[in-house]
């Protein structure tokens, strides 16, 4: 069982909060966190390049010269790749790195990664996080208040747009709705910053089967 203390804005503890993070994954699988995570990041991979092979060099495919009698290596066309200015012997191709895992395996990757979180004693938890009109400078402040730097994952119930905008200028500070938490959103950030309705609010969600997380 893990107490997290309950913190206003102001940095000032008003609560208590106890969990215990088999709630939310009965085991933590590194192995299938590793998997997850490098998913995540092959995901995230353009693809977008390209070089040129022997056959998209311009230029002639007249052989140098003649194959015997000139006292030379024998040489073939100028685009050959042992040439300067000639194709690439393996040139790279545009391509897809995406793939996917099962979603029972994702969604228990995502589980056991908060879990970790919680073991590690990097989540700090809040009352409640909620603007009327952005104000990143708020938000600035109440990280302050908090002793709070670096990269940070604040995690919310639902989507607030007030919220959102009062933190994309902040520096390596992201802002997910519980719903959109994956496994290297989570582990990516050195501390998690998570208001009381989305610790619920996970909480809330089944345990994954046994099956996801064998």
Do not use: C, W
Not at 22 to 30: F, G, H, V, W, Y
Not at 98 to 104: A, G
Not at 186 to 210: F, I, N, S, Y
């Amino acid at each position: 069982m893990v107490t997290l203390p309950i913190y206003n804005r102001d940095g000032v503890e008003v609560g208590s909060y106890e969990i215990d993070p088999a709630e939310l994954a009965p085991r933590i699988s590194k192995q299938l966190l590793h998997d997850a995570v490098v998913m995540y990041q092959a995901n995230h991979r353009q693809g977008t390049f390209k070089s040129k092979s022997r056959h998209d060099v311009a230029g002639t495919t007249k052989k140098m010269y003649r194959q015997k009698g000139t006292g030379n290596a024998r040489a073939g066309s100028r685009r050959s790749p042992i040439r300067v200015g000639g194709g690439h012997a393996h040139a790279k191709n545009p391509r897809d790195f995406s793939y996917r895992l099962p979603k029972k395996a994702l969604r228990a990757a995502t589980r056991m990664a908060l879990a970790s979180r919680l073991q590690d004693n990097e989540v700090t938890l809040i009352d409640e996080l909620a603007f009327s009109q952005p104000k990143t400078g708020q938000v600035a402040k109440i990280l302050k208040a908090l002793k709070i730097d670096g990269r940070l994952l604040v995690a919310v119930e639902r989507y607030d747009v007030n919220l959102y905008k009062s933190i994309r200028n902040l520096a390596q500070v992201t802002v997910l709705p519980v719903a959109e938490l994956n496994a290297l959103a989570v582990l990516h950030p050195r501390r998690l910053l998570v208001t009381k309705g989305a610790m619920d609010a996970l909480r809330a969600k089944p345990a994954p089967e046994a099956s996801a997380t064998a």
